[in-house]
């Protein structure tokens, strides 16, 4: 929490479930320490909940990453079936919470124009 007349300097973004969001990964995102940058977006999951998570990019090589809220990772992809350098990632919740969705550059690919979207394959209550 930041101190009283401080700015937070973390937002991570609101993502909805199915819905595809249109960003730009630029230097002023999170360094990753390895050259590049990371924009951060956090969705709900429900534990049983299975998931993809697309981002494409003509601008930079992605990676996805699902992280849960104690900041350990779920999954991680670089480069997708596609054979191309966009991320397409796959997962099953084990339990409910707040996630956060991390696109971030490859190494110093740089940054650039992107989109990602959250996919619920099939929803925790689903027999």
Do not use: C, H
């Amino acid at each position: 929490m930041a101190a009283q007349g401080q700015t937070p300097i973390y937002y991570p973004i609101a993502i909805a479930i199915g819905t595809s969001v249109a960003d730009q990964l630029s230097v002023r995102d999170i360094p990753t320490g390895d050259g590049g940058f990371a924009r951060d977006y956090w969705v709900e999951l429900k534990k049983g909940d299975q998931v993809t998570i697309d981002v494409i990019s003509e601008n930079f090589d992605s990676i996805v990453k699902l992280l849960a809220a104690d900041g350990s990772k779920v999954a991680e992809n670089d480069d997708g079936p596609d054979g191309t350098t966009n991320s397409l990632l796959f997962a099953r919740i084990n339990d409910s919470g707040k996630y956060t969705v991390r696109v971030q550059a490859f190494g110093e690919t740089g940054s650039g124009k992107f989109t990602v979207k959250v996919t619920r394959l099939r929803p925790a209550n689903a027999n």
